[in-house]
Structures are given as C-alpha cells and as structure tokens.
C-alpha cells in the first residue's frame, strides 16, 4: 500500500479567481433579478401560489437566516400584483338582532366610501333634524294638527250642549268631569228647587238627562280614537319632515350603492330606524347612541392597493388571526358592539397570501388549531375565547362568518416540517406543497459573478461602502467556509449582510471609501475574537497540561482525537486523548463513555463497528480472546458522533500490539465494518484547532492531522495554517483506509496478508495478529487444562476468562 502524501497549501484552500470578477468595485454591478440557486424552492413557490385547489397551501423550510422569508414575500408580492384585489369587507348594525352584526362585502375601495357615506349620513341626522323640527313649517303644521282634534272635541261637545239648551238642561264642566243640571229662566236648578217642580216635568227632565249623558258617553269615547288619529298623522307628519331632512341624502347614497344588495337594504332599514326614533333624534339625549347604528365598520379597506394582499404576521395569536370583539366599560359593566369587532390577519390576508412563521404559531395557545378550523371549513369566525370556553358570561357578540379565500406559507425549519408531517394528521391534508432552500449552491464560474451583484446588492440595500474585487473575493470565500465545502457557496443570507456591515465598520475606521480584502478580514476576525473566550480556556488549559494532550513524541495505546465544540454560531476544534487498553479475554470491547453515560447513541454504534472490524480482520478464523476499553480521558461532557473512529481502533491496535504510535499526529474520520475511512463533519475546525495548539507550543517534527481523503473538498483553512505547511512545520494528509493512519503514526507498514493468509513480519498488522495468536492460544488452555492441572479452574488461571470455553467468534463483544 502506498503511504499517502501530505496535501499541498493549495489543496487546502479554495481561492477566489480575481480574473473572473470583471469588475473594479460593486458600483458596476446591477442589482439581482433572479434568486441564484434556489430553482427548486421557486419552482415550489410557483406551484404552490398558482395552484387553487383546496389544501394547497406552502411550507417553505430551510434553516432559519438563509432568506427564506425575504424570497417569500417578494416572489409572492411580484405575482400578487398581477392579481386581482379582493373586495372591501365591512360589519354593519343589525336592526333585527344586535347581537349578530351582519357582513357587508363591497368592491375594492368602495368600502371606505360607503362608511363615509354613511358617517356624512350621520352629521346630517344630527344637525337637520333638530332643525327642520324647529322650522316655521313643522310648527305650524303641527298646531294645525292640534287645533283640527281641538275642534274635533268642541264639536262634539258642543252638539252635546245644544241638545241640552233645546231641552232647558245646562251642560256644567266641573273638575270631575261633565254634568247636566234642569234650567229655567236661563239659570241652573238647585235641587231643592228641582224637588218644587211637577212631577211629570221632573221625569221629563230626568229621562232627557240620561239620553244626554248617553250621547255625552258617546261622544267622549270618540276621544281616543281622534287622539290616535292624531298622533298617526303626527307621525305622518315627523316621517314626512324626516324625510325631508335627509330623505334626499339616503336616497343618493342609495343610488351609487344600488349594485350591492346588502348595502342597499342596511340604508332602507335606516330610513325606518329614523323615523321610528325620531323623538330621540329631536331631543338630542339618545341621538349619539341611535345615529351610531347607522354606521359601517370598515375591517378590510383596498382603496389604496394593487393586486391581491400579500401579509405577514409577526405575532400570530389566536386573536391576531381570527379577529376580536373588543368591549368598552360602561358603569361597570362590560358593553360591545358591530363597531368594536377588529380584522384579523386572516380577514387582511383573505383574497391573498398569508405569511406565517411556524414556531411562532404553534406557540402561542389555540392559534394553529383556529387556523386549521378556518381552513377547513373555508371561513374565518370570529368568537371569543371566553366564549368558546365558557369561562365568562360577558355579553359579546356573534359576528357572521367571512368566507375564505386564500394561500397560508408557513416559515419553518426542516425538523418542524417532519415532525408536523408525523404527528398531525391534518398537516399534510393542509399543506400539500413544500419549498426546500437550499442551504448552499454550487461555486464555479458561473455563480461567483452572481454571488458578487449579491454582495453589492446587499450593501447597497443598507447603505453601505461598495466592496472591490478583493473585498468580493474574500466573502466568496467566507462563503465557502460559512458551508463547510470549497466547491459550494453557503446562502446563508443573515450571516453575509452582518459580515458586509462589519466590514463596512472597519473600512470607516481605515478612513477608506472601498471595502476591501484586509477590512473583510478584519471583520471576520473580530466575529472569532469576540466568541472565542471559551476557545482560549481551553487552549489554556491545554499549554498549562490541566488538560492532558501530547503533540511530540510516541505512546502505546493512546492517539489525539479531534473534536468540534459548538457555542451559539462559533464553531472551533480541540484535541481529545483517546486511550485504549487491551488484554485476555472473552471478547468484550467497554466503551467507557456509555458506561459512564456519557456516549451518544452514534458513538457506541461506532465503537461496534469498530469491534466487527477487529475481529473480522485478525481473528475470522478463531476465537476473540480479548478484553479492551476505550476512554476519551478528560472529557466531563457528553461524546456523540463516529468522528473518532478511525483514531480509537489505531489506539485499540496499538494498545494490542504494544507498538508506539506518534502524538504529532491527530486524526479525525470514521470507519465501516471494513477499514475503509469515511467523511465526517467540521473538519476545518477540527484541523485549526489542533494546529493552535502545536503553534503554541512550538512546531515539532511531523506535526499534523490525518483526515479522511473525501473530505479534502470541504478544506478552507487559515492563511497561517496554510503558510505553515508551506514552510514544513504542518501538514494535512488525506486517509482512505485504516491501514493507511496506522502506517504513518507507527513508522512501520501495516501489511497485506499473503498467499498463506498470514500478515508479513515486521508489519503492524503482523504484531496485532501475533498478539491475538498468542492470548487464543493462551485461552486454549486455560479452557482445556491438562489431566494433571485439572484441579483447577480457569478462572483460577486466567481472571476473565470464560469457564464455558465459550467465545464471540470473530467479533468483540461490547460491555
């Protein structure tokens, strides 16, 4: 097997090519037309909008900062324009039920009209007809009024009278009422001269008395009737000076509403209500209470828009999507009404597009339940809480429902999207289309040039300096490391903007009207600067050996590991001491950090495959008779990940073969059941991270990292890492198989085995296989003793091995 060779400084890091930025600054460059390397997500967006049936509604996921809502929004804003705007929805008195305020949908930007129509309605009310009833005119007539049922009852009377006269009988008024009294000589009888009188005239008078009265009778009980007649003609007259007042007015806002049948019928039942309130009007003490009703409650107004809504909610409670009805206080008690009830963001958005941030919603209590509802049953209704719930008995109202119509796109991470996918069954029902951005897109020709209008269209956005080709060049490049790939470029659009305003900071402190290469920098080595104090503990700790780790020399059974810490959005590596111990057994391979309950679940299944290599490679054909452990000394916090694959087995076979292994090495990789290294992740930090630690120290000979080969592409390493290699103190080599990592930190071949199944002498692999050789052989023994040992046990013998003569085969057994 050929020893790999250590890469090149250029392999490690992917410069930007200034020759394929033609231009001298981000002046030159146009703003961005198109959305780079994001077709599939857009393709998605434009189904998802142009499609109208029912339960099509977006996710859009990607990782939060990527710009998912920016393109969102603005591809959503650009189709909506073509769109048509849905109309003006207003909620009106109901004058049958006040409780149940009744919708009224307008066309676009008649709403806010037919409310002023209406509010102009009002003014007149309360101005024209405390004035018309003041008029010379009304008065008048009023008194006409008066003076005909007047003479209508002095009519009556009067008959009454004569007839008494004709007969010598005198009609008297008296507090109590009317009576009749005889007469004579024009003058009324007491009764002692009515007793003087004949007796025939006394009956005569007596009987005419009674006929009297009866007509009297009558005509007394016409007295209501007249009265009632009055007061319709009363009425009659109001209705008719009422009318006069703004009939006219009524009448024109009728005409220009005629198209709208609700409209029109809300306006014929003010017209009654004014007349049937007409006194309250008049007198002024109710007038504000009646004259109100008549108004419209404008919740969704499109006089100034262009094509369809397009809006975002920031806070999605249920109240700010569904509505509310509010309630003022009123000598202590709580009143509402139509004119109280306030949109939602589903009544702004309706005819539209929602925008919703997922987290948000799910949040915040019976949000996305109220949205779900909505959706399904095409309408949005709006109830309180209190209500739905019962838990108070305030007076509310019942709005009537507004019909649905629109696309809701929720923002979210992927992991929301699966699990919403999993655990709601109406998710899916719901949101049939989703649109995955991508995290990265591709670097090449092709898209630096795009990547840099990107970079000038940002700065321009806020205002800032414009960047030179250096400046460009130097955050294609951060962009590279910001996705962990020298071929790829990160999307990752919150953390460009905070790089360009950073570096647009420096180049202000340089005093320079260019954002340039060295100000770039400068910025992304403030960002580490201020998020590396844990990094430089430690570090410290390391240069101090309160945290033990070797860069120089040999030992048996102990490798660097690497690993990657994360704090926030600061990523960096540092060296972990991997040892191992090896000895006879049964076959059982202890991780000691899941028996210690530090282990994730990925990691004790590497150190599985790590047992199946072991023995599937040394001992196919014979018993396992090892007993081995494995230990990440010093780490007081979990271990997850196979990252450190390939460096535990090295330790694990030099721990068995008792062959030193070079601590100027650190390795990172992982590895399959056949020996082959795998990629792993943050493999930059990881280098950089072991490289400090060897700059601080000192370099010594053959410092460096072994990393998997297939993780070459992902390499942007630091100017002064690469600049160490070029000067022989570092070096990074690539590892395709475990032989390969063996091989360079023993100093001898791992060995193939040959025609005879057997590893060469002299080879690493030819020690391990001896060793294992000798504990199998060691083991026969103590299994099958001799007749004249057979007195004693093997586990008298041998502390772990198995009475049974019972092992794993070719494989190690974990604890």
């Known amino acids: 097997m050929a020893a790999p060779r250590p890469l090149t400084s250029d392999a490690l890091y992917r410069a930007c090519d200034l020759s394929g930025l033609a231009f001298d600054t981000t002046e030159e460059l146009a703003d961005l037309d198109e959305i780079i390397g994001q077709e599939r997500a857009l393709e998605a967006l434009r189904f998802g909008a142009g499609i109208r049936s029912e339960g099509y509604n977006l996710f859009v996921l990607g990782p939060n900062g990527i710009g998912k809502h920016t393109v969102a929004r603005g591809y959503l804003e650009k189709r909506a324009e073509t769109e048509s705007v849905p109309p003006d929805r207003c909620y009106l008195h109901n004058f049958h039920d006040a ?7 307008l066309p676009a930007g008649q709403g806010r009209r037919f409310a002023a129509d209406l509010d102009r309605l009002c003014d007149e009310l309360r101005s024209a007809i405390p004035a018309i009833f003041e008029s010379d005119e009304y008065q008048n007539r009023l008194q006409e009024l008066q003076r005909t049922y007047g003479r209508r009852q002095e009519q009556a009377i009067r008959e009454v009278q004569e007839q008494a ?3 010598d009988i005198a009609l008297i008024m008296t507090p109590g009422g009317f009576t009749f009294a005889p007469r004579k000589d024009g003058e009324a009888l007491d009764h002692e001269a009515f007793r003087q009188l004949p007796e025939s005239e006394r009956e005569r008078l007596e009987r005419k008395v009674e006929e009297l009265q009866a007509n009297l009778q009558k005509a007394l009980q016409q007295f209501p009737k007249w009265r009632k007649e009055s007061q319709q003609q009363l009425k009659q007259l109001n209705e008719e000076m009422a009318q006069l007042a703004v009939g006219q007015l009524i009448d024109e806002i009728r005409t220009r509403h005629s198209s709208t049948e609700r409209a029109v019928e809300h306006l014929d039942a003010v017209r009654g209500d004014v007349v049937d309130h007409v006194d309250a ?11 109100d009703r008549y108004r419209a409650n404008v919740i969704v107004d499109h006089d100034d828009r262009r094509g369809a809504p397009v809006v975002y909610e920031d806070l999605p409670s249920y109240h700010h999507l569904v509505g509310r009805v509010e309630h003022r206080v009123m000598q202590g008690a709580l009143l509402t009404d139509f004119s109280l009830i306030k949109a939602g963001a589903l009544h702004r958005a309706n005819g539209g597009y929602l925008i919703l941030d997922a987290l948000k919603l799910l949040s915040h209590p019976f949000a996305w339940e109220s949205l779900k509802r909505a959706l399904y049953a095409r309408e949005v209704r709006i109830e309180s809480l209190e209500q739905i719930y019962s838990v108070m008995s305030t007076v509310t109202l019942a709005p009537e429902p507004m019909p649905l119509d629109l696309k809701i796109v929720l923002l979210g991470d ?23 951005f991508e995290d990265d897109i591709v670097r090449d020709a092709e898209t630096q040039p795009l990547y840099a209008r990107l970079v000038g269209m940002l700065a321009r956005r806020d205002g800032q300096r414009a960047l030179d080709r250096g400046g460009v060049a130097r955050v294609i490049e951060y962009a590279s490391r910001l996705a962990d790939d020298s071929e790829r470029m990160s999307m990752h659009a919150r953390a460009l903007a905070d790089l360009l305003r950073e570096a647009d900071y420096c180049a202000g402190e340089a005093g320079v009207e260019r954002i340039g290469r060295e100000h770039v920098q400068a910025a992304i080595d403030g960002q580490e600067r201020r998020a590396d104090r844990v990094r430089e503990r430690i570090e410290r700790a390391i240069q101090r050996d309160t945290i033990h780790v070797e860069t120089d020399g040999t030992a048996v059974g102990q490798v660097n ?3 990657v810490m994360q704090l926030g959005g600061y990523a960096f590596g540092k060296a972990s001491r991997l040892t191992a111990t090896a000895r006879l057994g049964t076959g059982q391979l202890i991780d000691i950090e899941r028996e210690a309950k530090l282990g994730g679940n990925i990691h004790s299944k590497a150190v599985m495959i790590i047992g199946n290599y072991i023995g599937s490679r040394y001992a196919a054909d014979r018993p396992l008779s090892l007993h081995a452990s494995l230990a990440f000394e010093q780490n ?6 196979d990252s450190a694959s390939v460096a535990e087995v090295c330790a694990l076979l030099s721990a068995l073969s008792g062959l030193p292994l070079s601590q100027a090495l650190a390795v990172t990789g992982s590895i399959d059941q056949h020996g082959r290294v795998q990629a792993v992740g943050g493999v930059n930090e990881k280098i950089e991270g072991f490289f400090e630690t060897c700059r601080n120290r000192g370099f010594a000979p053959g410092q460096g990292v072994l990393l998997p080969k297939a993780n070459v592409p992902h390499l942007m390493l630091r100017a002064e890492l690469r600049a160490a290699v070029d000067a022989g103190q570092f070096r990074v080599v690539p590892l395709e198989h475990v032989d390969e990592a063996l091989e360079l930190l023993s100093g001898l071949p791992a060995g193939e085995r040959d025609g005879t199944g057997h590893f060469p002498e002299g ?5 391990v296989e001896k060793r294992l050789q000798h504990f199998a052989e060691v083991r026969q023994e103590a299994d099958h003793p001799a007749p004249n040992e057979g007195d004693k046990s093997a586990g008298d013998r041998i502390g772990d091995g198995d009475p049974n003569g019972e092992g794993d085969g070719d494989a190690l057994r974990p604890a």
């Open 281 to 291: 009007l008049r007198q002024g003490d109710d007038a504000d209470a009646v004259v």
């Open 165 to 167: 006269e004709a007969n």
């Open 414 to 436: 992927r992991l929301l999207y699966y699990l919403l996918s999993a655990y709601d069954p109406d998710f899916p029902e719901l949101f049939k289309v989703q649109a995955d």
């Open 561 to 563: 590991g690497l690993a």
């Open 636 to 641: 007081y916090g979990g271990v997850e990940g």
């Open 763 to 767: 080879t690493f692999n030819h020690h």
């Open 99 to 105: 409780n149940t305020p009744r919708l009224l949908t």
